[in-house]
């Protein structure tokens, strides 16, 4: 490619559009900050980010989560129940700059308003090394579980909060639910 070529060519669009020192037909373009610039990368995430931010910052606040709700949560989410998401899990949450331990065998208190049940979980992912043990299953579903054993409840895109909900795509709700 010639250099020279292209610019030239770039300088005839500035011209064509008056874009000059100034910025476009005068008007000085500044840079974003603050609440604009936040509006504007939410703008360009996909679904998938958006739902994937959503359960990290839940299970952030909540200093981990198990396997269960993980992947019952992205399964209703994404429309695909019983895919394990454990491994892009742990990926996402490094990007975002937490630190995550997988632990094997570990009790976990599941609550759900004022009610709670303790159970052993093959697996819990422990973010920025917290000390809880305890998963609100409240952030996620808007249904308390009705099974006995609350590990075995079979959820649904409808069941997930309003807030998670209104991530799900449209291709997702149609198809699935």
């Known amino acids: 490619m010639d250099r020279q070529a292209v610019a030239r060519w770039l300088k005839r669009i500035a011209i064509k559009h008056s874009v000059n020192n100034t910025g476009y037909n005068g008007v000085e373009l500044k840079a974003l900050h ?3 610039y936040r509006e504007r990368v939410l703008d360009q995430k996909s679904n998938d ?4 931010d959503a359960l990290i910052d839940r299970a952030v606040q909540d200093g981990g ?3 269960t709700v993980l992947n019952d949560v992205m399964g209703a989410l994404k429309g695909t129940p019983g895919h394990r998401y454990g491994k892009d899990f742990i990926a996402k949450v490094k990007d975002k700059g937490h630190h995550i331990v997988k632990e094997d065998q570990t009790n976990v208190e ?7 049940q303790t159970v052993k979980r093959k697996v819990f992912y422990r973010i920025n090394s917290s000390t809880a043990n305890t998963v609100d299953l409240g952030k996620y579903w808007n249904a308390k579980p009705k099974q006995t054993d609350w590990t075995k409840e079979p959820y649904n895109v409808n069941q997930l ?3 998670l909900r209104d991530l ?3 291709s997702v709700m149609a198809k699935t639910f």
């Open 34 to 36: 603050g609440q604009d």
């Open 49 to 52: 980010e958006l739902m994937w």
């Open 65 to 67: 989560i198990t396997d």
């Open 110 to 116: 599941l609550v759900y308003g004022a009610d709670k």
């Open 161 to 163: 909060t309003a807030e």
């Open 168 to 170: 799900v795509p449209a």
